[in-house]
């Protein structure tokens, strides 16, 4: 959880000294510096409304700053009834609907992609289609060229005693052993829920645990890890076999939910504190400084329904590619 120690090393203060050590070398002796993320990705989640108004112009929008990566979310064709049904719920209140493909036919989508430069590293879906549709969902990893595919976050009925994120651990390996014979590995995202003491245990570091790193790849959202009470440098630090893949959210101030986290009415609460990339409060370049030497592979800029989406892009994208390592 964020000590003192923490809640300075989060707002950056001193992060340069984790990062040198003895004497600058000499210019000869320097090595050519290197962009610390090479491949800079988005959440697609960021901007709902421009992907509603113009699907393709906006893929060619973000190859145009330079993005490299997306990720995108369900639900697809071949989700479960229940998945849709649910969207289709809450969509009145989110002020958009299109999901999935983006109601382009699978190939035409993958051809787009293509064209403009942008790969589909990961793509996020619903627990109830992978438990029952795991072969669609393999075809659809293939199809993109993707290597991952899981859950933004549990159901939270599912959720409610330690017991049941160790059963939850137990399903998810399984689920990662029949995800890696279809070729993809499986993935889970980390909200805010799970960092607060449950009969006498912190359930995410049970779940973590318990889980095979070998079948089941971690993706941090540290905004919400930040959001919940913990720091994200001790995450990567005490787990590095685990985490694969990284959302990257800033803080205009450091906040906490009001309760545990477990609910989306808490997440969105805190939606107005979210901003853009290295606009921030959180030492963004530690943090993804420790992120790549301990194995994350992908680095997606996220800001849930950005309200300012065409300078979020840019923005972010300047800050992250301005990090060398």
């Not at 000590?3 to 210019?27: I, K």
């Not at 509603?52 to 190859?63: I, K, Q, S, V």
């Amino acid at each position: 959880m964020i000590d003192r120690r923490s809640f300075f090393s989060l707002l950056g203060a001193g992060a340069a000294g984790l990062y040198v050590t003895g004497c600058a070398p000499t210019p000869e002796e320097a090595p050519p510096e290197t962009t610390l993320i090479e491949r800079v990705g988005l959440g697609l989640f960021s901007i709902p409304h421009l992907l509603e108004e113009d699907f393709e112009g906006t893929m060619r929008l973000l190859a145009d700053i330079g993005y490299k990566e997306i990720e995108i979310y369900g639900p697809y064709p071949f989700s479960v009834p229940a998945a849709h049904e649910m969207w289709a719920a809450i969509t009145p209140q989110l002020g958009f609907s299109t999901s999935g493909y983006y109601g382009m036919e699978p190939e035409a989508l993958r051809s787009l992609l293509d064209e403009v430069g942008l790969s589909v590293p990961s793509l996020h879906i619903d627990l109830d289609t992978l438990r029952e549709r795991i072969d669609e969902t393999g075809e659809a990893v293939r199809m993109l060229g993707a290597g991952y595919a899981g859950i933004a976050a549990i159901p939270e009925e599912e959720r409610t005693t330690l017991d049941d994120y160790r059963r939850l651990a137990d399903e998810f390996n399984e689920i990662g052993r029949r995800a890696g014979e279809r070729g993809f590995r499986f993935l889970y995202h980390n909200h805010g829920y799970g960092l607060t003491e449950m009969e006498g245990s912190i359930p995410l570091n049970v779940m973590l645990e318990r889980v095979d790193p070998s079948l089941v790849s971690l993706e941090m959202d540290i905004y919400w890890t930040v959001a919940g009470g913990a720091d994200p440098l001790e995450y990567l630090q005490n787990w590095p076999d685990h985490y694969r893949l990284m959302h990257i959210k800033d803080m205009t101030e450091l906040v906490r939910f009001e309760g545990n986290g477990d609910n989306p009415n808490e997440w969105m609460e805190l939606f107005p504190y979210m901003a853009s990339v290295g606009a921030g409060v959180l030492d963004i370049a530690g943090i993804i400084a420790e992120a790549s030497a301990t194995g994350v592979e992908h680095f997606y800029v996220e800001r849930d329904l950005a309200p300012d989406p065409m300078d979020m892009l840019q923005t972010s994208y300047d800050y992250l590619a301005s990090l060398k390592g």
